[in-house]
Nanobody, 127 residues
Framework: DVQLQASGGGLVQAGGSLRLSCVVS????????VGWFRQGQWTEREMISC????????YYADSVKGRFTIFSDNARNTLYLDMNSLKSEDTALYYC????????????????????WGQGTQVTVSS
């Protein structure tokens, strides 16, 4: 059974930092691309970052490039997202998900290819 559980969200002031974690089970982080996504109250779900250990590829949306860093600890089956210089527009519900359609696949990949979303973790940035 594939599961991903995100945590680490919270309330932070603009300019602050947070680290999100995503514990995965039912698959190996070395075999499939995984990503971080977010959905604001008035915005559609978007991919903000993706990593593929098998291909060594990463992806960042322009809105987070240079501020966010994605990495994984494969031994701990955990995906991370370090978020720095947070802005009010980063406020959203953050999810992690896996692309099980493409074994050994790279990033980026279409959002529709990702699944097993879990409940997400709320990040709120106060200005």
């Amino acid at each position: 059974d594939v599961q991903l559980q995100a945590s680490g969200g919270g309330l932070v002031q603009a300019g602050g930092s947070l680290r999100l974690s995503c514990v995965v089970s039912g698959f190996s982080l070395t075999d499939y691309a995984v990503g971080w996504f977010r959905q604001g109250q008035w915005t559609e779900r978007e991919m903000i970052s993706c990593i593929s250990t098998s291909t060594g590829s990463t992806y960042y949306a322009d809105s987070v490039k240079g501020r966010f860093t994605i990495f994984s600890d494969n031994a701990r089956n955990t995906l991370y997202l370090d978020m720095n210089s947070l802005k009010s527009e980063d406020t959203a519900l953050y999810y992690c998900a896996v692309n099980l359609f493409d074994y050994g696949g790279s990033c980026p990949a279409p959002l529709t290819a990702f699944g097993s979303w879990g409940q997400g973790t709320q990040v709120t940035v106060s200005s």
